[in-house]
């Protein structure tokens, strides 16, 4: 782990979709606090590589089996992370 997840929570559609792709929300977790931001832009990237370093928030996005997206955020204080759906944010 590149850094502490905190509480883990998640929104009803994010658990749905997991659900319905079969995927577990501990492997996605176990890819972000590992530092693998699944599907972000080099400009994503190289801002979650800064927000590493100096303590900012962290993003990931994940696509499903299903083709549903998934983000991961973990915030700045690294208290929280919250698996949650693109429209729900």
């Known amino acids: 782990m590149k850094?502490?997840?905190?509480?883990?929570?998640?929104?009803?559609?994010?658990?749905?979709?997991?659900?319905?792709?079969?995927?577990?929300p501990a492997s996605l977790l176990d890819r972000h606090a590992a530092g693998d931001w699944g599907e972000l832009g080099a400009e994503d990237i190289r801002e979650n590589e800064f927000s590493l370093a100096n303590g900012f928030r962290l993003l990931s996005a994940y696509t499903l089996?299903?083709?549903?997206?998934?983000?991961?955020?973990t915030e700045s204080d690294r208290s929280c992370t919250t698996l949650l759906l693109p429209s729900e944010y």
């Open 3 to 24: 850094f502490p997840l905190g509480k883990i929570v998640a929104t009803p559609g994010a658990l749905a979709a997991l659900e319905e792709a079969g995927d577990t």
């Open 65 to 73: 089996s299903t083709g549903e997206r998934i983000w991961i955020i």
